[in-house]
């Protein structure tokens, strides 16, 4: 996905068209038959290039960040990398006093997401759902925040927390000595005060996603339960949203990373400083700040590496096995 | 007219319930809004009204000034021509390699299909912080003399278009390849008894039947490629040779010094991200949400 960071998964639930399925093996060998030997150069292509520039850029890199950090490198030569063991790890786990802060900072933004705008967007969305006037308008409104860019929100919300000329001080008049609320600075407030413009983003996406998982909700099972007597929220427990299953799954996934990959809001906001660490900021500053130091950063992206394939790879397999067996 | 009590056409009775609702979602909206058109008020206020009155004031003037210097002083067009460069190439590709590893996967079932798709679509879910030390230094030690004009990977409008391909096409190899395999089997089997070739199979028959899935990633890579921060942030060093959405980091300050300025020139970038969307709303919200219904 992307680098707007919109967290795009695969579908969950993908099941296979409906219709007869061919038979694989004797389709297979007739294809072989058929195919000249111009077609099987033109496949190996099709299928190679892509795939080649992926891993060499995608995998052979998140490779190369684990081997990295067991060693130290001055970057100049190869001749100059040296192997170190557990080192940076060490350092990193026991001098490092940003680390254990970004970890907590991660973690507290993926709580705050999936309990706060996951929910409202999802109350949202079934709001919207129910074939209302204006439903498009107010979707505009809500979804809007996930088509700018994030660099972009990180300005406009500057705007509303900046502590001399912002909306909120000015309006509670806290932008003068004595009252001073520095939203922005202060590390008790600045977490939370981004994690509010994250959460802004977040629940018009989480609509997006549950508006598209109620839509393939099948409508007679609200008549059904309609017939049986059951008031809206009693519909919406027990019908609809065990039925939203597969989305809940997609936006469990998408939220996980989404925290794992927050990164240009906050570097917008303060460049992550004091109060606002997270793992994403602390590897990027050991590339742009003042130490470049590879093993280093290589060791603090594998602590983001093995999070992240620790949600990936579960969820990759159950929505294949679910593939193979439609 | 005779006034009937039975009107023809039945309205539903307006319920409280209803309004309530409407009630409710409008405020809601607006609130949401609220950030955005705090943004628009402030770019459309003269600094020397603002840093008279304070911000939150009845302004007694409005004006696009605020937009026209942001615009010119920081040389904007240069920076969008600067994303054009990369994000056009960059979609278009993308779209063709990832339709070509789709089409391979989902007509050809070799054992490696499989394999396959879980490598794209597992390396397109990683944070790109992940890969960027060893990215760095590999498009720092790859010289590639007279083809950029830094004489890397780094630094160069190349170098950004290569990693944006490598990494969204997993996704939409994975979209395109669940579109694919709900074509027909029987269009490119017959075809393929008549003896076209694979190329003509994949470029004359299955592509034009997903001009849907198409469109909608082409709108969505646009978007998410028009907005890349971090990629650019990190892999271009010459201020100049910047994305807008990067340069807006560095402009804001060397040119963009007052906060009226810097709300002109953050939403002047919003602007293309905003027109493409309201064009194309539909195949966004598809696109989006390809990966998490039956597309």
């Known amino acids: ?326 | 007219m005779s006034s009937t009590t039975l009107p023809l056409k039945r309205r539903a009775p307006i319920r409280p319930a209803r309004v309530l609702l409407h009630v409710f979602l409008a405020g809601t909206a607006l609130a949401w809004l609220a950030p955005l058109l705090w943004a628009i008020f402030s770019a459309l206020r003269p600094y020397s009204e603002t840093s008279a009155k304070g911000y939150v004031s009845w302004p007694s003037k409005l004006t696009f000034e605020n937009f026209t210097n942001a615009f010119q002083q920081s040389d904007m067009l240069h920076y969008f021509g600067n994303t054009l460069i990369i994000a056009v190439p960059a979609v278009l590709l993308t779209l063709f390699l990832s339709s070509c590893v789709a089409f391979y996967v989902s007509r050809f079932d070799f054992r490696l299909n499989l394999a396959l798709l879980l490598v794209f679509t597992a390396g397109n879910l990683l944070p790109q912080q992940v890969i960027i030390t060893p990215l760095y230094r590999l498009y720092l030690l790859t010289n590639l003399p007279g083809i950029t004009a830094s004489g890397k990977l780094y630094d160069s409008a190349l170098g950004l278009v290569l990693i944006h391909v490598a990494f969204q096409s997993g996704f939409c190899a994975f979209v395109l390849s669940n579109y694919m395999r709900s074509l027909p089997h029987e269009l490119t089997e017959a075809a393929l008894v008549d003896g076209a070739s694979v190329w003509r199979l994949y470029w004359q028959i299955t592509l034009p039947l997903c001009k849907p899935a198409m469109a909608a990633l082409a709108t969505l890579l646009s978007i998410w490629i028009y907005n890349d921060f971090f990629w650019a942030l990190v892999l271009i060093s010459t201020g100049d040779n910047m994305p807008i959405t990067s340069a807006l980091n560095n402009l804001s300050g060397q040119y963009f010094t007052d906060p009226n300025l810097v709300a002109a020139g953050s939403l002047l970038t919003a602007i293309p991200t905003l027109i493409v969307y309201f064009a194309l709303q539909r195949q966004f919200v598809s696109g989006l949400t390809l990966g998490s219904n039956k597309g």
């Open chain 1, 1 to 326: 996905m992307t680098t707007d960071t919109t967290t795009q998964t695969p579908e969950a639930a993908a099941t296979a068209p409906p219709g007869p399925t061919p038979e694989k093996k004797r389709a297979t060998q007739g294809h072989r038959r058929l195919l000249t030997r111009r077609d099987r150069i033109t496949l190996g292509l099709m299928a190679g290039v892509p795939t080649v520039l992926h891993v060499a850029l995608v995998w052979v890199t998140a490779i190369a960040s684990i081997f990295l950090a067991f060693t130290t490198w001055d970057g100049i030569g190869f001749d100059s990398i040296k192997w170190v063991g557990l080192d940076n790890f060490k350092q990193l786990f026991n001098d490092n006093p940003q680390f254990w802060p970004a970890v907590q900072h991660n973690i507290i933004w993926f709580v705050v997401l999936i309990l706060i705008p996951t929910p409202f967007g999802l109350f949202l969305a079934v709001q919207l759902d129910k074939k209302i006037r204006f439903s498009r308008l107010y979707q505009t409104a809500f979804f809007l925040p996930v088509v700018i860019s994030m660099a972009c929100i990180g300005f406009v919300w500057q705007l509303v927390y900046n502590p001399d000329t912002g909306l909120i001080n000015s309006i509670i008049g806290a932008n003068k000595p004595g009252h001073y609320i520095d939203w922005i600075g202060n590390p008790h407030l600045n977490l939370w005060a981004v994690l509010i413009a994250a959460s802004w983003r977040h629940t018009g996406y989480m609509m997006i996603l549950y508006l598209a998982g109620l839509k393939s909700v099948d409508p007679s099972l609200r008549e059904a339960s309609a017939l049986d007597g059951a008031n809206e929220w009693q519909t919406f427990k027990s019908v609809i949203f065990p039925t939203l299953r597969p989305t809940n799954t997609v936006v469990l996934v998408v939220t996980i990373i989404e925290a794992l990959r927050a990164f240009d809001l906050v570097f917008v906001f303060n460049k992550g400083a004091q109060g606002t660490e997270l793992l994403s900021i602390l590897v990027t500053n050991n590339i742009i700040g003042e130490s470049s130091r590879i093993g280093y950063g290589s060791a603090i992206a594998v602590v983001l590496l093995v999070i992240s394939l620790a949600v990936i790879i579960p969820y990759l397999i159950a929505t294949f096995r679910k593939e193979r067996r439609a």
